[in-house]
Every structure is written in C-alpha cells, then in structure tokens.
C-alpha cells in the first residue's frame, strides 16, 4: 500500500510539473512503475485550454502582420511580381488588402525608395494591373474596398495559401 501512495503521489507531481511546459495541443501521457506489479498512470493530458497558449498563437499572428505590413515586404513582393500566380486565386482564396498608408517604418525614407522602385518597374505595373483586372477574386475584393486593379501595388501569397494585395492609398 505505502509503493502505491508513493507511486501515486510521484505520479502526481510529475503531471503537475510538466503541465506549464506541455505545447500547444500536445498530448503527454506520464507513468510510474513502483515495482512489484504496482503501477500508478496518470491520463494524457491536453493542453488546449489557457492565455498561454492564446497569447503565443496572437504573437505569432502579430509577427506575421508585422513581416507583411512594411515597406521591405511591399519592396520584396515588387521583385518577385512577374512570379504570382494568378491561376491559384479564386473565390475561394483569402484575400486581405494592405494600405501603403499603413505600412510600419520610416515611412519618409522608406516611401520615397518604393517609390524610385515603383517609377523604375512602370512597365510591370502596367503588366500587373492587366493581370489583376483579369482575375475576378481579386477584382471583387478590390471593388468591394473602392480600390481598382491601377491601385495595387504588388501581391504576396504567404505561406499558408492566402494573398496580401498591398494597395496605394496615398495622396
């Protein structure tokens, strides 16, 4: 009996003490061998519930507008224009717009470079706003915000399948 509450009790502990260290949606199962055939075995434990969890997955989320609304992405996604799919848009692709107005940065020094850009790719942005105005998705998204196709600047697609079409917004 006394292998038993000993067991128990290290079982208990050690459940208690991995709980603040378990990661998002991980399933941890502890067990505890007393000996002679006593066993003591804790649940698996899901740790799905708590800020902690909330307020990592917010960070994350945080971190990624951050890398997407800023002049260097805006810079970025211009180089790499000629190689968006328009193809992979349709209806179904989630679609958020970007204001250059809201971009993070310096945005004195930081426009005026986009802009050199801008002005050194004009043939690509004609390019582009043809190819925009020819994909229905993107029109719609655009015309139901007052933009048109002659407004965006550039688009990214992130990783997880969704388009950023920045917009320039700027007097």
């Known amino acids: ?16 003490s991995a709980v603040p260290a378990i990661a998002q949606d991980a399933a941890v199962g502890v067990g505890v061998d007393a000996g002679a055939g006593v066993s003591a075995e804790t649940p698996a434990l899901d740790a799905k519930a708590g800020a902690g969890v909330d307020a990592s997955a917010n960070a994350a ?3 990624s507008d951050m890398a997407d609304n800023n002049y260097g992405s805006v810079v970025a996604a211009l180089k790499s224009n000629a190689d968006f799919d328009f193809t992979a848009v349709t209806e179904d692709t989630e679609i958020t717009i970007v204001l250059l107005s809201s971009l993070k940065g310096e945005a004195e020094n930081n426009a005026a470079a986009l802009d050199n850009e801008l002005a050194a790719n004009a043939d690509a942005q004609a390019d582009l706003s043809a190819s925009i105005s020819e ?23 992130k990783a997880d399948g969704s388009v950023i079409v920045y917009v320039d917004d700027r007097a």
């Open 1 to 16: 009996m006394k292998k038993t509450i000993i067991a128990t009790t290290i079982a208990a502990l050690l459940a208690s």
């Open 135 to 157: 994909n229905a998705a993107i029109m719609a998204k655009l015309e139901a915000e007052g933009y048109a196709a002659e407004d965006v600047v550039t688009l990214k697609t």
């Open 61 to 63: 989320a945080n971190a």
